[in-house]
T-cell receptor, first 109, second 114 residues
Framework: KNEVEQSPQNLTAQEGEFITINCSYS?????LHWLQQHPGGGIVSLFM???GKKKHGRLIATINIQEKHSSLHITASHPRDSAVYIC???????????FGTGTRLQVFP | NAGVMQNPRHLVRRRGQEARLRCSPM?????VYWYRQLPEEGLKFMVY????????ESGMPKERFSAEFPKEGPSILRIQQVVRGDSAAYFC????????????FGPGTRLTVL
């Protein structure tokens, strides 16, 4: 079993839909990152969380430390949101990131 | 403040050749991390370096791979005698000394071994 699990693996949506991507982890962490990767492209850091909730534009990220679970929400999705979204955890007391396998999102007009 | 820079962005090598991947961290960042993304797989940690020191190389293959971060100049990930299985995207990230939980990623180097 992977230490970081994401669901779903693939997600399609119509423009305007509300999207949720989930991340569960089994290790102790000091922070959790949500990253975005476009096809053939680099990696952009969207959020870093250690507790609670963060919002940036149409993106919202939450984390529940007790349940070892985080969610990334996209409101009013748009085709340009199509990308792979990756959850990564910073293992407690280390500088090592462990990554989920990513969620491939496609938003159709 | 320029972001993390990696070069080359694309690198093609024949089996048996050497590949050198360079990473220039953001200004003021003294911590560098290398990650590998194999085709259709997730990112995997390779090595964590500070200036002139390897801190954690637990993700590095035991042979042919080495990394350095000299006092001056970029961090280098070196792969000797490349094989087809080394074809992947290699990403570098950097962080400042006071905020090591925040890593900024470079655009990656896509290595293709023919």
């Amino acid at each position: 079993k992977n230490e970081v699990e994401q669901s779903p693996q693939n997600l399609t949506a119509q423009e305007g839909e509300f999207i949720t991507i989930n991340c569960s982890y089994s290790v102790g962490i000091s922070a959790l990152h949500w990253l975005q990767q476009h096809p053939g492209g680099g990696i952009v850091s969207l959020f870093m969380l250690s507790s609670g909730k963060k919002k940036h534009g149409r993106l919202i990220a939450t984390i529940n430390i007790q349940e070892k679970h985080s969610s990334l929400h996209i409101t009013a999705s748009h085709p340009r949101d199509s990308a792979v979204y990756i959850c990564a955890v910073l293992v407690y007391n280390t500088d090592k990131l462990i990554f989920g396998t990513g969620t491939r999102l496609q938003v159709f007009p | 403040n320029a972001g993390v820079m990696q070069n080359p962005r694309h690198l093609v090598r024949r089996r048996g050749q050497e590949a050198r991947l360079r990473c220039s961290p953001m200004k003021g960042h003294s911590h560098v991390y290398w990650y590998r993304q194999l085709p259709e797989e997730g990112l995997k940690f390779m090595v964590y370096l500070q200036k002139e020191n390897i801190i954690d190389e637990s993700g590095m293959p035991k042979e042919r791979f080495s990394a350095e971060f000299p006092k001056e100049g970029p961090s280098i990930l070196r792969i000797q005698q490349v094989v087809r299985g080394d074809s992947a995207a290699y990403f570098c990230a950097s962080s400042p000394p006071a905020y090591r939980d925040t890593q900024y990623f470079g655009p990656g180097t896509r290595l293709t071994v023919l």
